[in-house]
C-alpha cells in the first residue's frame, strides 16, 4: 500500500501501547525477577549440589525423549493414512486426535490413571504411555499437513525406478519428510520436557519434571533460589532446542514442488482398504480408551458401580465430620469466574495487538513474537515469576482476584492473535484502497473495511481461551491461593486418593472439563467450516477435469 | 507375440468412469503415440501399465506374463513422468543412479553408469548439482537419463516434452527418438501433440478409439 494511504502513526502508537505495557509487566518483569534471583553462587551451588537435582534433570531428559520418539513412530501411520486417504469418518479421526490434544493436562493424567491398572499407576511408563497418547495429534497435525500435499508421484516415480514399497518410504518418503519431521519432535520435546500436569498426576518421588521441582522447591519447600536457577536451566534447554530445530529445519528444507492443495483419495485395493481401517480404528480406539476410563471410573466407588460421585460432589468428606480443604463445587465457580475474566482480557489485548500487528510491519513483528513468548516458555515459569515478583508494596498483587486470570490471559492472547491476525492479512488491500477512493480517510477505511473481519476471529479465540483458562494448571498451582482453587487444581488434589469416593469424585470433575472441553472445541470446529464454506468467487478456479472429461 | 498388451481394462474413481473397456497392444520394440483430450485417460492407462493404479477390471500383459498383480516394483517397466518428478533431496548423479541402486549395482559401478548416461543425454559433469538449479530442458533429460538407466524393456512416457518452448521442445523430441530406436526399446508415448507423436512413435493411436 502507497504510505501516504497507511494507517497514522499515531493511531497505530495507540492501539500498540495497551499490550506492550501488559507483556512488559506481567511477562517480561517477572521474567526478569528470575533471572535475578537465579544469578546467585550460593542458589546455584546449592541447587547443582544436590543429587536429587540431577536425578530430577535425567529424568526430565530421557523421558521427553522416549516420550518424542514413541509419538513419532507410532504417529506416522494415522499422519499417513489421514493425509493420504479419503475414508468414512476421517473428519471424526481428526477430531478425536484433536480433542484429546486440546484436553487440559490434569485430565489426561486422570484419565491415565483410570485406565492404567494400579501397578502401572505412578511410574514412568504411565508418563510416557500419556505423552505419547497426548501428542499423536501433533505428528498427524503437523506432518500430515506436509504429507498431504506431498506429489503421490515422486513416490510412484521411484517405484518404476525397482524401489519396493518400503524402500521408497526410507530413500524417498521419509527424507523429504524431514522439515516436518523435525518442527514435530522438537514441538513433542518441548511439550514432554516441560510436562506439569501429566506428572503431578501420574508421577511419583522418583518421576520429577524440572517443572514438578521447581513447583516443589518453590511451594512447598521454600527454596526460591533454587527453583529460581531450575526454572532458567529449562529456559535454556527450551531455548537451545527451539533455536536448534529452526535451523535443522532451514538446512534439510529442500526446493521442492508441493501440490497447490491436499490431495486425497480413496483406498482402492483390499490391502489398502484394510490398513486404513485398521490404523483409523487403532488409532481411534487408543484415544478415546482413556477418556472412556475416566468416566466409566466416575461411576466405580468403593461399594461398587454408582453415581455418589456425581451427586455428592460438594460434600468432601475424607470420614464423617473430617472435611477435605477443598470444595469441588465452588472450584467449578471458581473456574468459570476465572475463565470469564481471563477470556475477556485475552481478546480485548489479543484484539488490540492483532489490529496492530496486521497494520504495521517491523513493530508489528516484534509485538507477534513477544506475545508467543509465553506459550513457548511454559505456564509454571510464568506462574512462579509472577509469584516472586508481586509480593511487595505498592505491586504486591497476591490476594487480588485479577492475578489468575491475567496468568491466565498470558497463555491464552497467543491463540486469539494467530487466529485473528491470519484473518487481517487475508483481507485484500483492494478493498481499503476502493474505499479511500471514494473518499474515506485512511483511519476511516480501516475502520469500516478492516475491522468487521475481526468478529469471527475472535469468537474462535474466545473459545480457545476460554479452554486454555478452564483447563491451566501449571501458572494457577502458583497463584490460586488457599479457597480460590480452580477444577485442574481440584482434581489433582482428589484424584491422588486412591480407591476412595473423593478419588472418584476427581474423576467425575475430570469428566465434566473434558466435556466442557471438547463442546467449546466444537464451537471452534464450526466456526471455522462456516469461514470454509464461503462460496467460491471465481469460475474459472474449477479444476480443468471437471469441465473437460469427455 | 505382442510385447505388452491392455486387455478390456475399467478404472473409476469414486464413481466416475475413466476407462472402460480399454485396450492397446504392442509388439516388441514398437512406438505408440497415445493422442487425446485431456481427462481422456491417457495418464491413467500408462498408470494401469505402470502398476500405480490398479485397475478395476481387466489385465495388463508383459511377453505373455499376466503382470496386473505385480507391484510397480517388480514390473521393469520405466515411467518419464509430466512434471519429471526429481527426487529433491538428491543429485542429479543420484537420481540417474536409484535405479540402480534398487537393483543392487555397487557404488563405484553406479556412479560410472550414471555418469554415462548423463553424457550420453548431453549433460556431462552435471553429476553433482542440485536438481533444483536445473534447467527445464536439463531436468528433463536427467528424468529421461534416470529412467533408461535401469534400462526397462518398457518405457512409458506421460507427456515428457509438454511446457517447454517451442524450440527446445522439437529438439527434445528428435533426441527422444533417437534414443528410444537406438534402445529398441517398446514405448508409450501419451501426448496431445500431432508433430510429437510424428516425430516419435512409429503408430499413432487415438484415445477415443480404445477407450469404449
Given at each position: 500500500?502507497?504510505?501516504?494511504?497507511?494507517?497514522?502513526?499515531?493511531?497505530?502508537?495507540?492501539?500498540?501501547?495497551?499490550?506492550?505495557?501488559?507483556?512488559?509487566?506481567?511477562?517480561?518483569?517477572?521474567?526478569?525477577?528470575?533471572?535475578?534471583?537465579?544469578?546467585?553462587?550460593?542458589?546455584?551451588?546449592?541447587?547443582?549440589?544436590?543429587?536429587?537435582?540431577?536425578?530430577?534433570?535425567?529424568?526430565?531428559?530421557?523421558?521427553?525423549?522416549?516420550?518424542?520418539?514413541?509419538?513419532?513412530?507410532?504417529?506416522?501411520?494415522?499422519?499417513?493414512?489421514?493425509?493420504?486417504?479419503?475414508?468414512?469418518?476421517?473428519?471424526?479421526?481428526?477430531?478425536?486426535?484433536?480433542?484429546?490434544?486440546?484436553?487440559?493436562?490434569?485430565?489426561?493424567?486422570?484419565?491415565?490413571?483410570?485406565?492404567?491398572?494400579?501397578?502401572?499407576?505412578?511410574?514412568?511408563?504411565?508418563?510416557?504411555?500419556?505423552?505419547?497418547?497426548?501428542?499423536?495429534?501433533?505428528?498427524?497435525?503437523?506432518?500430515?499437513?506436509?504429507?498431504?500435499?506431498?506429489?503421490?508421484?515422486?513416490?510412484?516415480?521411484?517405484?518404476?525406478?525397482?524401489?519396493?514399497?518400503?524402500?521408497?518410504?526410507?530413500?524417498?518418503?521419509?527424507?523429504?519428510?524431514?522439515?516436518?519431521?523435525?518442527?514435530?519432535?522438537?514441538?513433542?520435546?518441548?511439550?514432554?520436557?516441560?510436562?506439569?500436569?501429566?506428572?503431578?498426576?501420574?508421577?511419583?518421588?522418583?518421576?520429577?519434571?524440572?517443572?514438578?521441582?521447581?513447583?516443589?522447591?518453590?511451594?512447598?519447600?521454600?527454596?526460591?533460589?533454587?527453583?529460581?536457577?531450575?526454572?532458567?536451566?529449562?529456559?535454556?534447554?527450551?531455548?537451545?532446542?527451539?533455536?536448534?530445530?529452526?535451523?535443522?529445519?532451514?538446512?534439510?528444507?529442500?526446493?521442492?514442488?508441493?501440490?497447490?492443495?491436499?490431495?486425497?483419495?480413496?483406498?482402492?485395493?483390499?490391502?489398502?482398504?484394510?490398513?486404513?481401517?485398521?490404523?483409523?480404528?487403532?488409532?481411534?480406539?487408543?484415544?478415546?480408551?482413556?477418556?472412556?476410563?475416566?468416566?466409566?471410573?466416575?461411576?466405580?466407588?468403593?461399594?461398587?458401580?454408582?453415581?455418589?460421585?456425581?451427586?455428592?460432589?460438594?460434600?468432601?468428606?475424607?470420614?464423617?465430620?473430617?472435611?477435605?480443604?477443598?470444595?469441588?463445587?465452588?472450584?467449578?465457580?471458581?473456574?468459570?469466574?476465572?475463565?470469564?475474566?481471563?477470556?475477556?482480557?485475552?481478546?480485548?489485548?489479543?484484539?488490540?495487538?492483532?489490529?496492530?500487528?496486521?497494520?504495521?510491519?517491523?513493530?508489528?513483528?516484534?509485538?507477534?513474537?513477544?506475545?508467543?513468548?509465553?506459550?513457548?516458555?511454559?505456564?509454571?515459569?510464568?506462574?512462579?515469576?509472577?509469584?516472586?515478583?508481586?509480593?511487595?508494596?505498592?505491586?504486591?498483587?497476591?490476594?487480588?482476584?485479577?492475578?489468575?486470570?491475567?496468568?491466565?490471559?498470558?497463555?491464552?492472547?497467543?491463540?486469539?492473535?494467530?487466529?485473528?491476525?491470519?484473518?487481517?492479512?487475508?483481507?485484500?488491500?483492494?478493498?481499503?484502497?476502493?474505499?479511500?477512493?471514494?473518499?474515506?480517510?485512511?483511519?476511516?477505511?480501516?475502520?469500516?473495511?478492516?475491522?468487521?473481519?475481526?468478529?469471527?476471529?475472535?469468537?474462535?479465540?474466545?473459545?480457545?481461551?476460554?479452554?486454555?483458562?478452564?483447563?491451566?494448571?501449571?501458572?494457577?498451582?502458583?497463584?490460586?491461593?488457599?479457597?480460590?482453587?480452580?477444577?485442574?487444581?481440584?482434581?489433582?488434589?482428589?484424584?491422588?486418593?486412591?480407591?476412595?469416593?473423593?478419588?472418584?469424585?476427581?474423576?467425575?470433575?475430570?469428566?465434566?472439563?473434558?466435556?466442557?472441553?471438547?463442546?467449546?472445541?466444537?464451537?471452534?470446529?464450526?466456526?471455522?467450516?462456516?469461514?470454509?464454506?464461503?462460496?467460491?468467487?471465481?469460475?474459472?478456479?474449477?479444476?480443468?477435469?471437471?469441465?473437460?472429461?469427455? | 507375440?505382442?510385447?505388452?498388451?491392455?486387455?478390456?481394462?475399467?478404472?473409476?474413481?469414486?464413481?466416475?468412469?475413466?476407462?472402460?473397456?480399454?485396450?492397446?497392444?504392442?509388439?516388441?520394440?514398437?512406438?505408440?503415440?497415445?493422442?487425446?483430450?485431456?481427462?481422456?485417460?491417457?495418464?491413467?492407462?500408462?498408470?494401469?501399465?505402470?502398476?500405480?493404479?490398479?485397475?478395476?477390471?481387466?489385465?495388463?500383459?508383459?511377453?505373455?506374463?499376466?503382470?496386473?498383480?505385480?507391484?510397480?516394483?517388480?514390473?521393469?517397466?520405466?515411467?518419464?513422468?509430466?512434471?519429471?518428478?526429481?527426487?529433491?533431496?538428491?543429485?542429479?548423479?543420484?537420481?540417474?543412479?536409484?535405479?540402480?541402486?534398487?537393483?543392487?549395482?555397487?557404488?563405484?559401478?553406479?556412479?560410472?553408469?550414471?555418469?554415462?548416461?548423463?553424457?550420453?543425454?548431453?549433460?556431462?559433469?552435471?553429476?553433482?548439482?542440485?536438481?533444483?538449479?536445473?534447467?527445464?530442458?536439463?531436468?528433463?533429460?536427467?528424468?529421461?537419463?534416470?529412467?533408461?538407466?535401469?534400462?526397462?524393456?518398457?518405457?512409458?512416457?506421460?507427456?515428457?516434452?509438454?511446457?517447454?518452448?517451442?524450440?527446445?521442445?522439437?529438439?527434445l523430441a528428435l533426441e527422444v527418438a533417437a534414443l528410444l530406436v537406438e534402445l529398441s526399446v517398446t514405448a508409450?508415448?501419451?501426448?496431445?501433440?500431432?508433430d510429437e507423436a510424428a516425430t516419435i512413435a512409429g503408430r499413432v493411436v487415438q484415445m477415443a478409439d480404445i477407450?469404449?
Amino acid at each position: 500500500m502507497n504510505p501516504i494511504n497507511a494507517l497514522p502513526r499515531r493511531v497505530l502508537a495507540a492501539l500498540g501501547v495497551a499490550p506492550v505495557v501488559a507483556l512488559l509487566m506481567f511477562f517480561f518483569w517477572p521474567t526478569a525477577t528470575l533471572l535475578a534471583r537465579a544469578i546467585d553462587t550460593e542458589a546455584l551451588s546449592s541447587t547443582f549440589g544436590r543429587r536429587g537435582t540431577w536425578n530430577v534433570v535425567w529424568f526430565t531428559l530421557w523421558q521427553a525423549v522416549v516420550s518424542t520418539v514413541v509419538t513419532l513412530a507410532l504417529g506416522l501411520a494415522p499422519a499417513y493414512v489421514v493425509a493420504r486417504f479419503e475414508f468414512t469418518g476421517r473428519r471424526l479421526l481428526v477430531a478425536v486426535l484433536t480433542a484429546v490434544f486440546v484436553m487440559p493436562t490434569v485430565v489426561m493424567g486422570a484419565a491415565f490413571l483410570a485406565l492404567l491398572p494400579d501397578s502401572l499407576d505412578r511410574t514412568a511408563w504411565a508418563v510416557i504411555g500419556a505423552h505419547v497418547v497426548f501428542n499423536l495429534a501433533v505428528v498427524v497435525r503437523t506432518v500430515g499437513v506436509f504429507w498431504e500435499r506431498l506429489p503421490a508421484d515422486i513416490e510412484s516415480a521411484a517405484a518404476t525406478l525397482g524401489a519396493s514399497p518400503w524402500r521408497v518410504f526410507t530413500t524417498i518418503t521419509l527424507p523429504l519428510l524431514r522439515p516436518a519431521l523435525l518442527a514435530t519432535a522438537s514441538i513433542v520435546f518441548v511439550f514432554t520436557f516441560t510436562s506439569f500436569g501429566v506428572v503431578r498426576v501420574l508421577g511419583a518421588p522418583g518421576t520429577r519434571t524440572i517443572e514438578v521441582e521447581v513447583w516443589r522447591r518453590a511451594t512447598q519447600l521454600g527454596e526460591i533460589g533454587e527453583a529460581a536457577v531450575l526454572s532458567i536451566l529449562q529456559l535454556a534447554v527450551l531455548g537451545a532446542t527451539l533455536g536448534w530445530s529452526s535451523l535443522a529445519q532451514r538446512r534439510h528444507s529442500r526446493a521442492l514442488d508441493l501440490e497447490p492443495a491436499a490431495v486425497r483419495r480413496r483406498a482402492r485395493t483390499g490391502i489398502e482398504k484394510r490398513r486404513v481401517g485398521l490404523v483409523s480404528v487403532t488409532t481411534a480406539l487408543v484415544c478415546v480408551a482413556p477418556l472412556t476410563a475416566l468416566a466409566a471410573r466416575s461411576f466405580s466407588t468403593p461399594s461398587g458401580w454408582s453415581t455418589a460421585a456425581w451427586t455428592r460432589l460438594g460434600r468432601t468428606e475424607v470420614r464423617p465430620g473430617i472435611r477435605l480443604g477443598l470444595d469441588p463445587i465452588a472450584a467449578l465457580g471458581n473456574s468459570v469466574e476465572n475463565a470469564a475474566w481471563a477470556t475477556l482480557f485475552a481478546v480485548l489485548f489479543g484484539a488490540i495487538a492483532s489490529l496492530a500487528i496486521a497494520a504495521s510491519r517491523r513493530g508489528g513483528r516484534m509485538l507477534d513474537i513477544g506475545l508467543m513468548l509465553p506459550l513457548g516458555t511454559s505456564a509454571v515459569t510464568i506462574g512462579f515469576g509472577m509469584l516472586i515478583t508481586f509480593d511487595q508494596a505498592p505491586f504486591d498483587w497476591r490476594a487480588e482476584w485479577w492475578l489468575v486470570p491475567v496468568g491466565h490471559a498470558l497463555v491464552a492472547t497467543p491463540f486469539v492473535v494467530r487466529t485473528a491476525v491470519g484473518v487481517l492479512r487475508s483481507v485484500d488491500p483492494d478493498l481499503q484502497a476502493a474505499a479511500t477512493t471514494l473518499g474515506a480517510s485512511p483511519t476511516r477505511a480501516w475502520l469500516a473495511i478492516v475491522v468487521p473481519f475481526l468478529w469471527r476471529p475472535l469468537a474462535v479465540g474466545a473459545a480457545l481461551a476460554a479452554a486454555v483458562s478452564l483447563g491451566e494448571f501449571g501458572a494457577t498451582s502458583f497463584l490460586s491461593r488457599s479457597g480460590g482453587e480452580t477444577i485442574p487444581i481440584a482434581i489433582e488434589q482428589l484424584v491422588g486418593r486412591t480407591g476412595s469416593l473423593l478419588q472418584a469424585q476427581g474423576y467425575a470433575l475430570a469428566t465434566m472439563l473434558a466435556a466442557i472441553t471438547i463442546l467449546l472445541v466444537v464451537v471452534v470446529d464450526s466456526t471455522g467450516q462456516m469461514q470454509q464454506r464461503t462460496p467460491p468467487t471465481r469460475l474459472d478456479a474449477l479444476p480443468v477435469d471437471q469441465t473437460g472429461r469427455r | 507375440m505382442s510385447q505388452l498388451i491392455v486387455d478390456h481394462v475399467d478404472v473409476s474413481f469414486e464413481g466416475a468412469t475413466v476407462l472402460v473397456d480399454a485396450s492397446l497392444s504392442l509388439e516388441r520394440g514398437e512406438i505408440v503415440a497415445l493422442l487425446g483430450a485431456s481427462g481422456s485417460g491417457k495418464s491413467t492407462l500408462l498408470r494401469v501399465v505402470a502398476g500405480v493404479i490398479a485397475p478395476d477390471a481387466g489385465t495388463v500383459r508383459l511377453a505373455g506374463t499376466d503382470i496386473t498383480a505385480l507391484p510397480t516394483h517388480r514390473r521393469g517397466i520405466g515411467m518419464v513422468f509430466q512434471d519429471n518428478q526429481l527426487f529433491p533431496h538428491l543429485s542429479v548423479g543420484d537420481n540417474v543412479a536409484f535405479g540402480l541402486e534398487m537393483a543392487g549395482v555397487g557404488k563405484t559401478e553406479r556412479r560410472l553408469e550414471a555418469d554415462a548416461w548423463l553424457e550420453r543425454v548431453g549433460l556431462a559433469s552435471l553429476a553433482d548439482r542440485d536438481v533444483s538449479d536445473l534447467s527445464g530442458g536439463e531436468a528433463k533429460r536427467v528424468a529421461m537419463a534416470r529412467t533408461l538407466a535401469t534400462r526397462p524393456e518398457v518405457v512409458l512416457l506421460d507427456e515428457p516434452l509438454t511446457g517447454l518452448d517451442r524450440e527446445l521442445h522439437d529438439q527434445l523430441a528428435l533426441e527422444v527418438a533417437a534414443l528410444l530406436v537406438e534402445l529398441s526399446v517398446t514405448a508409450i508415448l501419451v501426448t496431445h501433440d500431432h508433430d510429437e507423436a510424428a516425430t516419435i512413435a512409429g503408430r499413432v493411436v487415438q484415445m477415443a478409439d480404445i477407450n469404449g
